[in-house]
């Protein structure tokens, strides 16, 4: 089969890779239908060191049972499912309390000796409990760009929503105008958020993030972006902060623009060692710090039904399609800003 592989840094190609099979009784072999490209893989896309062998990549998907082991019980051939973008077991003490992506025996897709989801095909451990089935729908369903965001970024933009215990009436404030950002614009207004102040410079999509229910868009940076936050909360600060970026600039902006007694909630991946937390920045304001890696399995069933109505259209967030064989230029254009995200189709 075909599939991404990155080498190194800006290096990402398309290669012939082994297909998946069976190896436990849990197991599933999904073929891959739609995919994408996460703004965390341009993380590596910076840094990574040369690899000869290579990394698989992608950890976003939706696609079609092609085989089951023996031991599945709810999914059979031919199911469009939806994989969130870590594996979980459903039994240990961290799923059984939501934490999916804590789970003992779980991890994720581009993990040492797993596939990536960038690929035609790709093997499901702990299919029962892992993968989500779309009833009612096809692959070629119009509503596949939206059910593919299940997979992480609606999902982790509600996570950061959820963390934050956003509530009717609340002023939030989003930092950070990429898809995951713009999904927590959208599940902040689900919330009843009451003003959503979006933090980008990118009009394409702060204009999404105002259709998804952003009444306010602070374009500034720095001291200037934080002073126009202050000036339209009236000096307070906002009492929820979504970070939905990762980098150190990022995090201080949030810090420096929640309201007193408020709450930070953290979703994008952390680039950086330290960050502080002292009383100049959360101990003084006595200001709660959460987030983390989304268990999006535990929010698709829940966010799914929307999708399937016509209620809400988090596919918009995809503004390019490729092929697999184009997935290199794909990573060049959300390097590049020219793409916000960008969808593979198969």
């Known amino acids: 089969m075909k599939a991404t592989y990155m080498f190194g840094a800006g290096d990402v190609r398309v290669i ?12 599933a072999i999904v073929r891959i239908v739609r995919a994408c490209v996460c703004g965390s893989d341009l993380h590596p896309y910076h840094g990574m060191p040369k690899d000869a062998h290579g990394v698989s990549m992608g950890h976003e998907f939706i696609g079609v049972i092609e085989e089951t082991g023996a031991e599945v019980r709810t999914l059979t051939t031919g199911d469009l499912v939806i994989a969130p973008f870590a594996f979980s077991d459903g ?13 003992v025996h779980g991890g994720f897709w581009d993990m040492p000796g797993m596939g990536g989801g960038q690929a035609e095909a790709i093997r499901v451990p702990y299919a029962d409990d892992t993968l989500v089935k779309v009833p009612g729908v096809d692959e070629e369903s119009p509503l596949l760009p939206s059910l593919l965001t299940l997979s992480d970024v609606y999902g982790t933009g509600w996570h950061a929503a959820t963390r934050a215990a956003v509530a009717p009436g609340d002023t939030v ?4 105008d990429g898809a995951v950002g713009l999904m927590a614009v959208l599940s902040a207004k689900q919330k009843g958020a009451e003003r959503i102040i979006l933090m980008g410079r990118h009009a394409s999509r702060t204009d999404l993030g105002i259709e998804f229910g952003a009444t306010d868009v602070v374009a500034e940076r720095g001291e200037e972006g934080i002073a126009k936050v202050k000036e339209l909360t009236g000096g307070f600060g906002a009492h929820k902060v979504l970070e939905a970026v990762g980098h150190l600039p990022a995090y201080e902006q949030a810090y420096k623009i929640v309201r007193p007694g408020g709450i930070i909630s953290r ?13 100049a920045s959360l101990f003084g304001g006595n200001i709660t710090l959460t987030g983390g890696p989304a268990p999006v399995r535990g929010y698709i069933e829940q966010l799914m039904p929307a999708i399937l109505d016509g209620s809400v259209n988090p596919g918009k967030v995809f503004d390019r399609t490729v092929t697999l064989d184009a997935v290199p230029d794909a990573y060049r254009a959300m390097d590049d800003r020219v793409a916000l995200k960008v969808m593979i189709t198969f």
């Open 173 to 176: 404030a989003v930092v950070g």
């Open 16 to 27: 012939d890779a082994p297909d998946p099979v069976l190896v436990d009784p849990t197991d």
């Open 267 to 279: 979703v994008g991946v952390p680039q950086y060692e330290e960050a502080p937390v002292g009383f």
């Open 91 to 103: 039994t240990c003490v961290f799923c059984q309390e939501g934490l999916y992506t804590s789970c």
